[in-house]
Each structure stands twice: as structure tokens, then as C-alpha cells.
């Protein structure tokens, strides 16, 4: 599609519970980016993918947040055993390949707002 | 360490007048730059970017930024602002691909 389609667009779990969400990037991009937007301003960088292979992980918390992007599939980010401070709106974002891989914007979906009671 | 500042929260402007929003970098090596918009309650949209090259770049919607390399700064401008652009808006620099954003500003524009 030409829009980076993330579902669902309201997660509410309770603590202690797993939650998944779901992007499916852009047709023909070949990096997929996850972030997470916390007190309206913030974003933080989680990982990024390089078609099905992990390009950067530097942000992601190893311990409970997994993610994972499979040929055929929406790519996905999974949290186990959430805790209140993973409530976030989290952003999926899809850009084309480059030479540098640095250099080309990204497009973002509106976002899944999770919320752990 | 990269990092990225706008440095005012807020930015008020009547419609009409010119407008800028902030943006200051740290970054070692070239600079890649790039400014967003997000609405309420959607995900952020890409105005326009700075990789190499003239250092106004001209992006989406009239918008335009200044690269300067002495003063590290891309402000974001536009030179006659219209109520619909209100808006909160980030400046982000690019590390291997990830996007560093700064606390992003809230413009503001009134009739």
C-alpha cells in the first residue's frame, strides 16, 4: 500500500500481560523503524530492520520488547510481561533503500496507543 | 553523541506573518537533517530534509529550512504562515539510518 498501516490503533492490557502490535511498512521499502512516543513530545528509537534483518537494536529494552519482520507478513513489536511505563503510542515508519541508508525520509503510520492499567 | 535542540516549546504567529521554528545540532560527520509535522493523533509527516548541497532547502506545504553549518542550525521557515499549519513540529537528525528527534515546538498561528 502507499501508506504504512499500523493495527491496532488502541491496545489496553493489564500489567503483567503481553501485547503485540503490527505494521505493515509501504510496499517496495526495504528499512522498517519502530518508535516510541511517550509524553506527547518524546520519541525514542527502538530497532530498525533491514527487510527481514535487524539493522540497528541499540533501543530496544532486550528484556521484555522483541520484534520481528517476516517476508509475507506485518512486521511486529512485542512486549511481555508489560509494565505501566510502556505506555506509549508506538510509531512504525518505512523508507526506501539508499546507498547510505541514511538519507531517505521515513513515513510513519499513525501510530498504536497502548495503554497498561 | 548526536543530539538535536528546539529550543522553545511554543512559537505563536498571526496568520499571514512569517514564521520559524528552531532547530539546533550536534552531530559528528555530515549532517543529515530533516523536520516533521504530526497532527493530533497521527504519525509524523516529513516536510522536507538537508543532505548535502544549497543550504535553503525547500520542502512540502511552502515550508522551508536554512542549513548552517557554522551556527549548527536548521530553523525551519515560512514566510507567510496560515492557521492550518498549527501543529507541533520536530527537527531530527539521522545516525545510521535512526531518527534522533528534538522535544519538538507547538506552532501556534491565530487569525
Known amino acids: 500500500g502507499e501508506e504504512v498501516a499500523q493495527t491496532p490503533k488502541h491496545l489496553v492490557r493489564g500489567e503483567g500481560q503481553k501485547a503485540k502490535l503490527y505494521c505493515a511498512p509501504i510496499k517496495g521499502h526495504s528499512y522498517v523503524f519502530w518508535y516510541q512516543q511517550v509524553l506527547k513530545n518524546e520519541f525514542k528509537f527502538l530497532i530498525s530492520f533491514q527487510n527481514e534483518n535487524v539493522f540497528d537494536e541499540t533501543g530496544m529494552p532486550k528484556e521484555r520488547f522483541s520484534a520481528k519482520c517476516l517476508p509475507n507478513s506485518p512486521c511486529s513489536l512485542e512486549i511481555q510481561a508489560t509494565k505501566l511505563e510502556d505506555s506509549a503510542v508506538y510509531f512504525c515508519a518505512s523508507s526506501q533503500r539508499s546507498g547510505t541508508g541514511v538519507d531517505q525520509p521515513q513515513h510513519f503510520g499513525d501510530g498504536t496507543r497502548l495503554s497498561i492499567l | 553523541a548526536q543530539s538535536v535542540a528546539q529550543p522553545e516549546d511554543q512559537v505563536n504567529v498571526a496568520e499571514g506573518n512569517p514564521l520559524t521554528v528552531k532547530c539546533t545540532y550536534s552531530v559528528s560527520g555530515n549532517p543529515y537533517l530533516f523536520w516533521y509535522v504530526q497532527y493530533p493523533n497521527r504519525g509524523l509527516q516529513f516536510l522536507l530534509k538537508?543532505?548535502?548541497?544549497?543550504?535553503l532547502v525547500k520542502g512540502s506545504y511552502g515550508f522551508e529550512a536554512e542549513f548552517n553549518k557554522s551556527q549548527t542550525s536548521f530553523h525551519l521557515k515560512k514566510p507567510s504562515a496560515l492557521v492550518s499549519d498549527s501543529a507541533l513540529y520536530f527537527c531530527a537528525v539521522s545516525n545510521t539510518g535512526k531518527l534522533i528527534f528534538g522535544q519538538g515546538t507547538t506552532l501556534q498561528v491565530k487569525p
Open positions: 538537508y543532505i548535502t548541497g544549497d543550504n
